[in-house]
């Protein structure tokens, strides 16, 4: 089975901190995706990387950043969390080229106070 | 601009009454399309891709088809265990390097009363 695991469950952080995000798959995947889930807007893709150092913004790409240094693992990034950027955060991966569906771990509640 | 569409909302079913949820799509050409179940708290759980009109999966109680403007998610004799959000996306043939993002329906709020 595709297992994908982010680092925390939960997580509560002030205003103004920077807050790391980490997401790791085990079955090599090419592709990495980051997305945020908010009542009513559904799931917005921030970033995405389709190979190790690659990467690619999303629709919502301002007030985060991302990271691929290994091709199992993908950060993101929030350089001063914001109230607004409280929200439930979705990792996923995906095979590669001519695999489309993605993948998604168990999801980050990050709350912003 | 790319648009997937699901209905109804929320759906309210007694268990073992068997029914539909819809996603509609306007897309400039469909790679594939994909249905997830989400339970609260969870992330999406991958259920089934289709690729090309006609084509239907089955898995269990869930039998999903597609047309070449919609698809559906048959739920037949669904029991409480099947209450869940499910969600349609579609991945649209793009250029260049695009490696192809999904493109998300709201989500279908199912809830089965025993």
């Known amino acids: 089975d595709v297992k994908v695991t982010q680092s925390s469950r939960y997580l509560v952080k002030r205003t103004g901190e920077k807050v790391f995000l980490e997401c790791v798959q085990d079955m090599d995947h090419e592709n990495m995706f980051w997305y945020r889930q908010d009542p009513g807007l559904g799931l917005r893709l921030i970033y995405f990387s389709y190979d190790v150092k690659m990467k690619e913004k999303g629709d919502i790409p301002e007030g985060y950043s991302v990271s691929r240094e290994k091709k199992e693992r993908f950060s993101l990034i929030l350089e001063s969390a914001s109230t607004n950027q409280t929200s439930m955060y979705l990792c996923?991966?995906?095979?590669?080229?001519?695999?489309?569906?993605?993948?998604f771990g168990p999801g980050t509640r990050l709350t912003v106070t | 601009e790319d648009q997937v569409t699901q209905s109804p909302e929320a759906l309210r079913l007694q268990e073992g009454e068997s029914s539909s949820l819809n996603c509609s799509y306007t897309v400039s050409g469909l790679r594939g399309l994909f249905w997830y179940r989400q339970d609260p708290g969870k992330g999406p759980e991958f259920l089934f891709t289709?690729?090309?009109a006609g084509e239907e999966k089955e898995k269990e109680r869930l039998k999903a088809t597609l047309t070449k403007k919609e698809s559906f998610l048959h739920i037949t004799a669904p029991k409480p265990e099947d209450s869940a959000t499910y969600l349609c996306a579609v991945q649209v043939r793009a250029g260049g390097t695009s490696y192809g993002k999904l493109t998300f329906g709201q989500g279908t709020i199912l809830t089965v009363h025993p």
């Open positions: 289709l690729y090309s």
């Open positions: 996923a991966s995906r095979p590669g080229h001519y695999s489309y569906e993605q993948y």
